[in-house]
Nanobody, 120 residues
Framework: QVQLVESGGGLVQAGGSLRLSCAAS????????MGWYRQAPEKKRELVAT???????NYADSVKGRFTISRDNAKNTVYLQMNSLKPEDTAVYYC??????????????WGQGTQVTVSS
C-alpha cells in the first residue's frame, strides 16, 4: 500500500552533477527519517545520507561536501543533489523511508533503485 518511486539517475562524466528524487505514495500517516543508500555490483549496500522529519542530516564520509540530501514534506519526496561526481560513486542508488500508515503500522520501505554511472 506504500510505494517509493525514484528518478533522476543516468550517465554523467566525472566532475558532473545529478539530482535524484524519490516520492512516497499510498496509505501514509507520517514519514520519519528518509535516506539514500547505494550498492555497486558484488558489494554491500552502504548508507549515503539520511534526513529526519526535523531536517537533521547525516552523511557518509565519502560524500561529505559533495552531496546534499533534502526533503519536501508537502510532496512526500526526498532528494539527493550530487555534485563533483567521481567514478567510485557509480552504483544503484536506493531511497528508503520510515513510514507510519493510517493503520498505525510503521515500516521501512525501499524504492526500486536507480542507476548512476560516472565515467572517467
Amino acid at each position: 500500500q506504500v510505494q517509493l518511486v525514484e528518478s533522476g539517475g543516468g550517465l554523467v562524466q566525472a566532475g558532473g552533477s545529478l539530482r535524484l528524487s524519490c516520492a512516497a505514495s499510498g496509505s501514509i500517516f507520517s514519514i520519519n527519517t528518509m535516506g539514500w543508500y547505494r550498492q555497486a555490483p558484488e558489494k554491500k549496500r552502504e548508507l549515503v545520507a539520511t534526513i529526519t522529519s526535523g531536517r537533521t542530516t547525516n552523511y557518509a564520509d565519502s560524500v561529505k561536501g559533495r552531496f546534499t540530501i533534502s526533503r519536501d514534506n508537502a510532496k512526500n519526496t526526498v532528494y539527493l543533489q550530487m555534485n563533483s561526481l567521481k567514478p567510485e560513486d557509480t552504483a544503484v542508488y536506493y531511497c528508503n523511508a520510515d513510514i507510519r500508515t493510517f493503520r498505525s503500522l510503521s515500516y521501512v520501505f525501499w524504492g526500486q533503485g536507480t542507476q548512476v554511472t560516472v565515467s572517467s
